[in-house]
């Protein structure tokens, strides 16, 4: 995780700047984790630097107070993988004599064995992190070049990175170098000023050339001028691409939290997503030139869906709809997992990698993973220029625009709605009749609508929230499609309220979990599944029968749920099997929403996470 940021002003620009810079830049960076921040630059030959436990508004405060000046500098923003929330864990990290800062996103692992080895040189730590490891080497490494010393260092440094060096005896130079971490440079052609960033949301607003710098290879950016060597050392040919400014402000729009805005975006972020991407005469989906052939749609015997955290709970809703609508055998893992399982991938597998971000680490080594084995990758992404968007063969965009807090909500119900439009594409090129794919597309047409009147009804979901949100412990049950979707609605009450929510196949219930049942215990029920509907309504009864208090997401007017359960949501009706999920999604987010609001839980960036996990 973490974002590393850095900054050589061009004409025009003043040492202030460069660290109002270096702050926007990390504020853009800061979904990336937010435990500590630092900076550090040469100011008028001297190194210069600080730190603040927090997010980035302490740093700015600290800055301030310091009325710190630099001439360039890099700069950070953590999620703590290797040692506690400190300020001797925050980055920047020095070599011994100050002279040498260094900011990291990744995870050094050998960091154990090279820090005994530094140690037993006499080399002393003051820090817990993987990253001083990195500071120490190099300097040790280092006699006047910077960049040589870095290569070296890159040699004997085990696992990921993206990282930005300074040195005081170099003051006009940054080195930054990446292998396995996302690390982009971006020119200015106007002023010539020169920015590092983990991703080009630092960039936001600013027309830049960027380029993405790749695995092992290292720039020299001093300047106006940014020169570049690959693995070997030699000095390549780099293009630099437009960026273009995205005016897409990131405000909260008027909203309390950036979540809550989410969630009322969506019937728009939907439309965003479908629009233009299906034909209603034909009864199909039209997804653009991908650039993965037909004939591997037609011939693909099997899909595998890799995915993490809510991701994967899209993926494994889509799952579902793939076998039972396109009648291909689908799986969707975790990504994290499916690695270590020594996959079998065939020729006739496609796989689709799906990720908002397109920088989750373990996502994108799953897909290295199924590459190398030679399978072709179809991307589905939220963020132009991500990882995943570069490195599949195919990348699919949802449109859902920047989502800005960690608990994700628009992408989640954008990715189900891109999903589904696949499932039609891919079972109209094999046995779906035009008739059927042409009820799919009115069904998916009414869902911002259907969305609209979920969120007519957020007064009394926060009624509701507002009474469970004395509860502890939660289930959230649901069978067929709604299992994933319940897995999903709990994954969104414990990231943001961190009560202990546990989503769970309704009918599985009773194999041991029903044991946890207690009027101490809620029970959440999602039922919107007609084809379960009523082995739903015998595993709620089950439920009730041992005093746990239920509240369900219901199809309107179902009266026989109504006379089970203490409280109802009541969800629209007509809607089919495949796309509930969407619709009942949205009111358990503000379900959640609420609940969090409730106990004044900080919503946008709950503890301990991080909106982009770049570590393994
Ligand atoms: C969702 O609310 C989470 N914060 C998290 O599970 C997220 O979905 C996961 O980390 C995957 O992220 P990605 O979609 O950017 O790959």
């Known amino acids: 995780m973490c974002g590393i940021f850095g900054f050589i002003p061009g004409s025009n620009e003043t040492a202030s700047d460069v660290v109002d810079t270096c702050i926007k830049g990390l504020k853009q960076l800061e979904y990336r984790g937010y435990d500590s921040a630092g900076i550090a630059g040469i100011y008028k030959n001297e190194m210069q630097s600080c730190k603040s436990v927090g997010k980035i508004k302490s740093l700015q405060s600290a800055v301030e107070f310091e009325k710190l000046n630099l001439d360039m500098a890099i700069a950070h923003t953590r999620w703590a993988t290797h040692g506690g929330l400190t300020n001797e864990n925050a980055h920047p990290h020095f070599d011994e004599k100050t002279k040498l800062a260094v900011v990291h996103n990744g995870i050094i692992e050998n960091h154990f064995e090279l820090r005994k080895k530094l140690a037993a040189q006499d080399i002393k730590f003051y820090s817990e992190t993987d990253t001083e490891v990195v500071a120490k080497l190099v300097s040790l490494y ?27 005896d170099q003051p006009n130079l940054i080195v930054a170098t990446a292998r396995d971490c996302p ?25 830049l050339d960027v380029m993405f710098v790749k695995n092992e290879q290292l720039a020299c950016i001093t300047k106006h001028s940014i020169i570049l060597y690959d693995a070997q050392g030699n000095m390549m040919d780099y293009k630099l691409e437009a960026l273009g400014i995205d005016l897409h402000a990131i405000t909260k729009n008027g909203f309390e939290h950036f979540m809550l805005k989410e969630i009322f975006e969506q019937p728009m972020t939907i439309n965003r997503t479908i629009e233009g991407r299906f034909s209603e005469e034909f009864g ?20 595998l869906i890799l995915g993490c955290g809510t991701s994967w709970h899209a993926g494994h809703i889509a799952a579902s709809m793939l076998e039972s609508l396109a009648r291909i055998p689908t799986q969707a893992e975790i990504a994290s997992e499916f690695r270590y399982t020594n996959p079998i991938v ?35 992404c939220n963020v132009k220029h991500s990882t995943l968007s570069r490195e599949s063969d195919s990348c699919i965009y949802l449109k859902a625009g920047p989502e800005i807090s960690v608990c994700s909500t628009k992408a989640f119900t954008s990715q189900l709605a891109l999903l589904s439009l696949l499932t039609l594409h891919l079972a109209r090129i094999r046995h779906m009749e035009k008739a059927q794919g042409q009820e799919f597309i ?27 949100a004395k509860f502890e412990h939660f289930f959230f049950l649901g069978r067929q499609y709604m299992f994933p979707a319940s897995l999903e609605a709990a994954l969104k009450l414990k990231e943001i309220s961190y009560l202990n929510a546990t989503g769970y196949p309704a009918g599985e219930m009773k194999h041991g979990p029903i044991a946890l049942i207690s009027p101490d215990v809620a029970v959440i029920a999602m039922c919107g599944n007609k084809k379960t509907q009523d082995k739903m309504i015998s595993n709620m009864m089950e439920v009730k029968s ?41 009111a358990a987010q503000l379900f959640s929403y609420y609940i969090a609001k409730e106990r004044n839980c900080e919503i946008d960036q709950p503890r301990n996470l991080a909106k982009s996990v770049t570590v393994e």
């Open 142 to 168: 280092y006699d006047g070049d910077l960049k040589a010393a870095v290569q070296r260092a890159a040699k004997d440094i085990k696992g990921s990175y993206a990282l930005a060096l300074i040195h005081q």
């Open 183 to 207: 690390l982009v440079l971006g020119l200015d052609p106007q002023t010539k000023s020169i920015f590092i960033s983990s991703d080009t949301n630092a960039f936001l607003g600013r027309s």
């Open 284 to 303: 199909t989906a039209q997804l653009g030139n991908l650039a993965i052939p037909t004939h591997v749609f037609q011939s693909a015997h099997h899909i």
């Open 346 to 380: 065939s020729e006739n597998t496609l796989v689709i990698a799906i990720s908002q971000s397109g920088e989750t680490a373990d996502t994108l080594a799953a897909v290295r993973e199924v590459q190398a084995k030679g399978a072709k990758v179809l991307g589905i």
């Open 442 to 468: 009115r069904y998916l047409k009414k869902v911002p609508q259907l969305i609209e009147e979920v969120l007519n009804q957020a007064p009394k979901i926060e009624k509701l929230a507002k009474k469970y």
């Open 546 to 586: 041992r005093g746990g208090p239920i509240m369900a997401l219901a199809p309107e007017g179902n009266e026989e749920i109504a006379t089970i359960t203490e409280d109802v949501i009541w969800m629209p009706e007509d809607i089919c099997d495949e796309l509930a999920c969407i619709p009942y999604s949205v």
